[in-house]
């Protein structure tokens, strides 16, 4: 891999001001996908801003109906946070389903997030609950933080310090991960918030997406079997080596009936 | 450029030049000559060079060397007291846990840790826990039996 300049950065100020200042810096959370990037060539930054030294972007808390999760926290830690488990259990189930122990030891919710791979589990968190994602600027809804394939709106020198997920009365997530990689081939949120019912894909598409179809079907009766015909179509979905389009818009399906029934438990 | 990273491996203080792109796993093996941490695929995915940070399990080929500036890295070669193995090891020599062996530095410290994390141990715990390391001897049924064999005398409830 190319090499770059490695900086430690003190607080949040220092990190922007460094990743603002360099040709082309970039901000280093838990370096799951970032280092295997610049190790495939695939990017070259010229300074690479490391935020494990930063305060205030650790840690999770629950208080009254809202999770909020530091920017830095681990999946291993979201995953073993009693207090997680107790207010929304899919989100600390999905935690413990990301890549697999080591990358669950290192890998962060804000890395993960800024990054938006179209097969990220997190991303389906977000929005299936509608969560409030909080940058070093500005809050941004869920709905509106990812907007493409590995594009978010997070603007140059913004940085994700936190999310804010309101409890559900109930959830559930539910994915067919690639058994090499674990990587959602299809994942399924599914929510019973106070705006309704919703219903976030993950894995299927470019960038996690809503099915406007299921969540009316759920409104009126929250069972797997009301989702259980909807099809969607397979037109934008991705096609690759480990599944064709059509092959994932089914498994939209069948993944939405599962998280139902396991939301319902 | 380069500047010192320090640490301490394997109870030992240490110190070298590193460059920002220099891998917590080329520290290792090529600045402080400890090979018994193993790169397979170097891409995140196999666990031959999974070592312990500050107590919990990464993977050295996907961890920088100036992050683990000050931390505490134990090494499989961290392990033994002398000739007395660790549990873990014992375990795995006990069990016939290994067949070429190349895989077998990361799924003791993948293992170790996971019996630190878990009061319980059962067989398909062990293998979901097991996800981030690859054996392509397919040794796995004796890995599993190695690791529910330690957890209990890890433990001291043997």
Redesign the interface.
């Known amino acids: ?6 900086r ?1 950065a003190s607080s949040v100020e220092d990190a922007v001001s460094a990743v603002t200042g360099a040709e082309d810096g970039r901000f ?1 959370a838990g ?2 996908t970032i ?2 990037t ?2 495939q060539r695939l990017a070259n930054p010229s300074d ?1 801003v ?1 935020l ?1 030294g930063v305060g205030g972007l650790t840690g999770i808390s629950v208080s009254g109906n809202t999770v909020e999760i530091g920017g830095m926290a681990r999946h ?1 830690e979201v995953n ?1 946070s009693s207090e997680v488990a107790a207010a929304i259990p899919a989100l600390a189930r999905l935690a413990g389903g990301i ?5 669950r ?2 890998g962060t919710i804000g890395g993960s997030i800024a990054n938006n791979d179209p097969a990220a589990d997190y991303p389906a968190a977000v929005v299936g609950l509608g969560a409030t994602v909080r940058t070093n600027r500005r809050e941004i809804a869920g709905d509106d933080f990812f907007t493409g394939m590995f594009e978010t709106a997070l603007e140059p020198g913004e940085l994700v310090t936190g999310v804010s997920f309101p409890v559900p009365s109930k959830a559930a997530y539910m994915k067919f991960p690639n058994p ?3 990587y959602a081939i299809v994942g399924v949120f599914v929510a019973a918030t106070s705006g309704g019912p919703r219903v976030a894909v993950t894995g299927a598409g470019p960038c996690v997406f809503r099915v406007a179809e299921m969540e009316q079907a759920l409104a009126g009766n929250f069972a797997p079997e009301a989702v259980a015909d909807i099809k969607i179509g397979d037109d934008d979905l991705n096609s690759d080596i480990h599944a064709s389009a059509e092959y994932r818009a089914h498994l939209v399906t069948v993944m939405a009936k599962r998280a139902v029934a396991q939301a319902n438990g | 450029m380069t500047s010192t990273v320090s640490m301490t491996v394997n109870g030992k203080q240490v110190s070298a030049e590193c460059e920002g792109r220099t891998l917590l796993v080329q520290y290792l093996r090529e600045k402080l000559a400890l090979t018994g941490t193993h790169v397979g695929c170097d891409t995140s995915q196999c666990g031959a060079c999974v070592v312990h940070v500050d107590g919990i399990s990464v993977k050295s080929c996907t961890m920088l060397a100036h992050q683990a500036e000050g931390c505490d890295v134990v090494t499989i070669e961290g392990l033994a007291d002398g000739d007395t193995l660790h549990p873990m090891q014992e375990a795995f020599r006990e069990n016939h846990a290994l067949q070429c062996g190349f895989c077998t530095p990361g799924m003791v410290m993948s293992a170790i840790d996971m019996v630190n994390r878990h009061d319980t141990l059962d067989e398909k715990t062990v293998r979901h826990q097991l996800e981030g390391n690859l054996c392509r001897c397919t040794g796995y049924h004796n890995i599993v039996k190695a690791i529910l064999a330690a957890h209990p005398v890890m433990k001291g409830t043997a």
């Open positions: 891999m190319y090499d770059f300049n490695y430690k280093l370096g799951m280092i295997p610049i190790k690479l490391d494990a291993a073993a890549g697999d122990p080591q990358v030891n290192r090499a990689s674990r």
